[in-house]
């Protein structure tokens, strides 16, 4: 499952039923969907998945940058971010609905939540440059949550 994609396409979805919900041209209303939004929802369902399955959703390589997590790999290469994990209907709705979820809210609000979490208070430095967030400490937070 590529993930990047599956945000995409159910970022495309939501605009479509905004559009069917908004009938006339006046108001039309789009939710954009940013490179940075991207990366916050990757953080988040990595880390919800993880602390559901017990499994590693992705081969993350998160750093702590100012605006929060940052994947550097799909930052660098533009890299699809595929999972090795053979998903079943269950996972599949589960990861759905997270993105889902995450998409309705704003970048800001997203970039305030992730400056929230441990693994990026513990690892950002805005005097050095972007620290790489160990993936034992991301899984250790999202374990601890309610």
């Known amino acids: 499952m590529d993930l ?3 945000i995409k396409k159910i970022h495309l979805k939501l605009n479509k039923n905004i559009r069917e919900f908004n ?3 006046k ?3 789009e939710i954009k969907v940013s490179e940075l939004q991207i990366h916050k929802i990757l953080y988040f369902v990595y880390g919800y998945f993880w602390k559901k399955y017990q499994e590693e959703l992705f081969a993350a390589d998160f750093e702590a940058w100012k605006y929060g997590p940052i994947e550097i790999n799909y ?3 533009k890299k699809i971010i595929e999972s090795k994990i053979i998903f079943n209907e269950e996972k599949k709705e589960f990861i759905k609905d997270k993105i889902n979820k995450l998409l309705v809210y ?3 609000f997203l ?3 992730s400056h929230l979490t441990t693994p990026w ?3 950002f430095n805005s005097d050095k440059d972007p620290k790489k967030i160990d993936n034992n400490e991301i899984k250790d937070f999202f374990e601890k949550l309610y």
Do not use: D, G, L, M
């Open 106 to 108: 704003e970048i800001w």
């Open 111 to 113: 970039i305030e939540q």
């Open 75 to 77: 930052r660098i290469n």
């Open 4 to 6: 990047v994609n599956e």
């Open 27 to 29: 108001n039309k209303e």
């Open 23 to 25: 009938k006339s041209e």
């Open 121 to 123: 208070i513990k690892n």
